[in-house]
């Protein structure tokens, strides 16, 4: 996990001094932009795991930016950060809204900081070689392929493993059936959109059994969406 590339997007020199040697620290490699033009270059040429956006930028604002990359499919998983010295629930909100991944307000902690990042590089799938992912109530043992909910735990077969992976660490987005087909089965592998409807039931007859098949929802017309939310 010391590969992890974080770009810092930040115009003030003394905070982004401080954020780079921040995260030095913790073990992640940083780089470093003043202003999101800068920083488009960057993810083009060098892309990072995770991005710390200072949302008042000279220029393009960081909310604008984040709001941008979000709509870009190659940038969309890519987790932002957004960082602020404004601390309103609306700008929060706001934020959230666009995409950000999560929102910070100035000036925090250094361990708060890392801890943030940890959290979002976790719920992303980004921090590999971890005995277990967590969702809610949900974990899921990558080593042994268990389902855990609770006090009961369920083996699950390779190919609901990889969707109940991929729904844990993308949830509450909608996913159409090629979207899914492309990122649990890879573009290489032909497969018919109905197959996904199949391994769905059978995720959902799992998930019946602990009374949660509400979790994987069906979005008419579109896809599913995995939701701890109704
Ligand atoms: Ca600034």
Known sequence: MSSLKILVVEDEDAI??????????????????????????????????????DWMLPGI???????????????????????????????????????????????FSPKELV?????????????????????????????????IIGDRQLEVSPTEFRLMHFFMTHPDKVYTRTQLLDQVWGRSVYIEERTIDVHIRRLRKILEEYGRDDLVQTVRGFGYRFSMVD
């Open 16 to 53: 982004r001094g401080m954020l780079i040697m921040v995260l030095q620290q913790a073990g992640f490699f940083p780089t470093a932009a003043k202003d999101a033009e800068e920083a488009q270059n960057i993810i083009h040429d060098n892309p990072p795991d995770l991005i710390l956006l």
């Open 61 to 107: 604002s960081g909310v604008e930016w984040a709001r941008r990359l979000k709509k870009e499919p190659i940038y969309s998983d890519l987790p932002i950060i957004l960082l602020t010295a404004r601390g309103e629930e609306e700008d929060k909100v706001r934020g959230l809204e666009i995409g950000a991944d999560d929102y910070m307000t100035k000036p």
């Open 115 to 147: 801890a943030r990042i940890h959290a979002v590089l976790r719920r992303s799938g980004k921090i590999l070689g971890q005995a277990q992912i967590c969702l809610g109530d949900l974990i899921l043992d990558i080593d042994q392929h268990r389902l």
